[in-house]
């Protein structure tokens, strides 16, 4: 389902681009690296809901012409959930028995994530607003109280976000941004019937090897 919701919004991009396509002369292909801090949150009636910090960095490759870019990352990232005071209740059939006494569970998920953006320059030379889209895979789950019976159970493998962003072309190949994704897909896989949604708030510098 999230997956399908990724590749709808990325065809929207696409066509998008498609519409633009006259503007994009002059293309310049652009290569780089980029790394900084993930703000995220998962919320639902059963998780505490809280913003935690995590590293995200990785790599983008795109093309731009002098108002547009298009732009395709892979990045790692983690994030945090942690559950809440009425978690042991509602789920209690998905938790180990030997953590049943356990006022809260915290598990840190590795994510492999992939947005695809297309950007408006509304500064020459400086600033870009990016609006796209973000499949996010979940590469492992560490359960750091061994709360779950199994992590699989609760937590789906993958998740679909909208992005809205700005980013600022510096000196010396540098670029600086910052970033909002509004989670579209429910993280909960269990039988339990509670929607987890996810926010999250991206800051980064980069580094392109062409421009």
């Excluded at 339990?192 to 996810?198: A, I, M, N, P, S």
């Amino acid at each position: 389902m999230f997956l399908k919701q990724f590749l709808t919004l990325s065809s929207l991009i696409l066509a998008t681009l498609i519409y633009q396509q006259p503007k994009l002369y002059a293309q310049n292909l652009d290569l780089g690296i980029k790394a900084g801090a993930g703000f995220n949150q998962t919320n639902g009636p059963s998780l505490q809901g809280e913003f935690n910090g995590n590293f995200v960095g990785g790599a983008f490759l795109g093309i731009r012409s002098a108002k547009i870019k298009i732009q395709a990352e892979a990045l790692f990232s983690q994030s945090t959930v942690v559950t809440g005071s009425s978690f042991n209740e509602a789920f209690n059939q998905y938790i180990r028995e030997s953590s049943q006494d356990l006022q809260e569970g915290t598990f840190k998920m590795n994510e492999l994530s992939i947005p695809l953006t297309v950007g408006i320059r509304v500064v020459p030379n400086l600033l870009w607003v990016e609006l796209g889209a973000q499949y996010t895979g979940i590469v492992s789950v560490n359960d750091v109280n061994s709360f779950l019976k199994a992590s699989e159970d609760v937590f789906k493998n993958g998740y679909t976000s909208a992005v809205i962003g700005l980013s600022a072309d510096l000196p010396l190949k540098l670029n600086l941004g910052a970033r909002y994704l509004y989670g579209l897909s429910n993280r909960n896989k269990s039988e339990v019937d509670e929607k987890w949604g996810t926010s999250q708030i991206q800051i980064h510098v980069g580094y392109s090897f062409l421009r």
